[in-house]
């Protein structure tokens, strides 16, 4: 980035026509590419970095990137190919404004809601009381370690736009959905997707930390907790098998028994 391989440019297309095809919602995919040219921009050497030429350029492959994916998504939409510029647009307000079949109600925070008014905080509560502590605590493991080194080297590389990068592709879709509070039900299944990218930050953070120059009795101090907390997901899993789904995790969520009440 900002200039890509005209096959890169095809593959990126195919990838985002399927994906288009799949969902429309996902042209917001876009927002991710530019928010890694930005990063990436920022922490480039070049002495040209600052001219208006990489915007330009990064604009020329969006279009050619979109140029690919369009017929690519009509393929597989034949409604879209009805109308090819105005339906997949329509489909995407419709998708804001879906309506599941009348009123449906969710349980949620010991009350039931209607899934057009639940709380904003509906997505964040359910990721915290239903992932497993290790997962956070390693995430405060690599604030840790990003503060200790962002102190020892205050310069902004391209390791560090790429963490950054990653960070804000599980940001933003939460971010999205606190701010327009769209119809959800069945816990965050939309939101699957983001576990992947939380996995990868956690073990980047717990690399980080076992990596680092602090001393061995704090990495010892902060990392039991993390063995403790996978010792207890893995038998609560045993526990509950087959309907691991059903799990709650001890800590913010109190456990499976008081998660259900």
Do not use: C
């Amino acid at each position: 980035l900002p200039r890509l391989p005209r096959k890169d440019v095809i593959k990126l297309g195919i990838l985002v026509g399927l994906t288009l095809a799949i969902r429309i919602v996902g042209i917001f995919i876009v927002v991710p590419y530019l928010i890694a040219w930005y990063l990436l921009w920022l922490a480039s050497d070049r002495p040209q970095k600052r001219s208006q030429a990489p915007f330009f350029i990064f604009v020329r492959n969006l279009g050619l990137v979109f140029a690919v994916a369009w017929p690519v998504m009509l393929v597989w939409w034949p409604w879209a190919q009805l109308n090819p510029l105005l339906n997949p647009f329509k489909a995407a307000i419709q998708a804001a404004n879906f309506n599941a079949n009348g009123d449906m109600s969710v349980f949620f925070d010991g009350n039931y809601h209607s899934v057009f008014h639940l709380p904003r905080s509906y997505m964040l509560k359910l990721i915290l009381m239903t992932l497993p502590e290790f997962f956070f605590m390693a995430i405060v493991t690599g604030v840790v370690i990003a503060i200790f080194h962002q102190s020892k080297n205050p310069a902004f590389t391209p390791k560090k736009a790429k963490i950054a990068f990653l960070i804000f592709t599980f940001v933003f879709p939460i971010l999205m959905a606190v701010l327009f509070n769209p119809p959800q039900y069945d816990s965050y299944r939309r939101f699957l997707f983001l576990l992947p990218l939380l996995a990868i930050l956690s073990g980047l953070s717990l690399a980080a930390f076992f990596d680092s120059g602090i001393a061995r009795g704090i990495k010892i101090i902060l990392g039991l907790p993390i063995v403790i907390s996978l010792g207890f997901t893995a038998f609560d899993m045993y526990r509950l098998h087959p309907y691991q789904t059903v799990y709650f995790n001890r800590i913010p969520a109190g456990g499976l028994a008081e998660a259900a009440k």
